[in-house]
């Protein structure tokens, strides 16, 4: 056991005396990995902050199905259990003949001339639903239960998703999808850019000690002794671009918040976001580590696998 732990230690002094020897080329590799890094956190915080405010849209936004004055309590009724039954329904809320005029008039207070215009003819709004969604993203399905002909039928016009508003739910649910897309897509592209140049940096590394690796094979060396260093080097690489990039990320919210306060650009609320990091700090300086390690460690013991054994063959 004791010479169990006396290898392991000068594997890891070896990874430690390696990276302070290839202080260039850890340079280069420590700098794209931040950028991986700092990119998969921004997209975990933009993600959640668009998660946010796309739910706080979604619980403004509801389909108002408009009803026939000859649709029965019993026919309201079955619709609404068939609608709440729905995977994408969240609520479903009646709206009488009586209280959407209450509503009217409470929106039309400053109008007059709409208010007597409306007396005068009575009560010509219709009775409604309203449906609220789970997930924006997926209205459409609600619309099509809604367009079915036992169920336009009941109805006394077209729903309330429809034309502008329609569109501009649909923008917004597009954007956000579009974000989500592109922040993976990028973290893909850098995560594989930094393991490509942390595997040219561990194979310049091989052949720079092509010498000492023939010596320490001659000498009856470990694959895993003559390995071990460079997992271990690369490791470091993970770790210390994660506290540079939970730094750099740090200190950018912090001058954002400072900055913008509460305000928000686009889909992305600053102070949420802001909020969000600060909240959950340890996790995403944990997962941060988790991620740079695993970066660092698979590029190095694929670089060792293919070209360590080539090299000591010579």
Not at 56 to 81: A, F, G, H
Not at 252 to 279: Q, T
Request: net charge positive; aromatic share 10%; charged share 15%.
């Amino acid at each position: 056991m004791k010479h169990w732990l006396i290898t392991q230690w000068r594997i890891i002094k070896a990874g430690l005396q390696n990276f302070v020897r290839n202080a260039t080329l850890a340079v280069a590799a420590v700098a794209v990995m931040v950028i991986t890094l700092t990119i998969v956190l921004f997209s975990v915080i933009a993600n959640a902050t668009f998660n946010n405010t796309v739910q706080q849209i979604t619980d403004k936004i509801d389909i108002s199905m408009y009803l026939k004055d000859t649709v029965t309590n019993d026919q309201r009724n079955s619709l609404i259990q068939n609608l709440e039954q729905l995977p994408n329904v969240k609520s479903v809320s009646y709206v009488s003949k009586d209280m959407a005029l209450s509503i009217y008039e409470k929106l039309n207070q400053s109008q007059p001339d709409l208010l007597s215009a409306i007396s005068q003819t009575g009560n010509p709004l219709p009775a409604s639903l309203d449906i609220k969604p789970r997930d924006s993203n997926k209205i459409q399905d609600i619309k099509n239960y809604l367009d079915k002909p036992e169920i336009l039928a009941l109805q006394s016009d077209q729903t309330s998703y429809s034309g502008d508003r329609k569109a501009a739910i649909d923008k917004i649910s597009k954007a956000t999808y579009f974000f989500r897309e592109a922040g993976i897509a990028s973290v893909i592209v850098f995560a594989a850019v930094s393991m490509l140049i942390i595997f040219n940096t561990i194979r310049m590394a091989i052949f720079n000690r092509r010498d000492e690796i023939t010596i320490m094979r001659l000498l009856g060396a470990s694959s895993w002794y003559i390995r071990g260093p460079f997992v271990v080097e690369s490791i470091i690489y993970g770790v210390v671009s994660a506290i540079i990039s939970l730094t750099l990320c740090n200190l950018l919210f912090s001058v954002s918040s400072s900055a913008l306060g509460a305000s928000s650009l686009g889909l992305l609320d600053i102070h949420y976001a802001n909020d969000y990091f600060a909240s959950h700090f340890w996790l995403f300086l944990t997962g941060q580590m988790a991620i740079g390690i695993l970066i660092g460690a698979v590029s190095s013991l694929i670089a060792t696998r293919r070209y360590l054994k080539f090299r000591t063959s010579k």
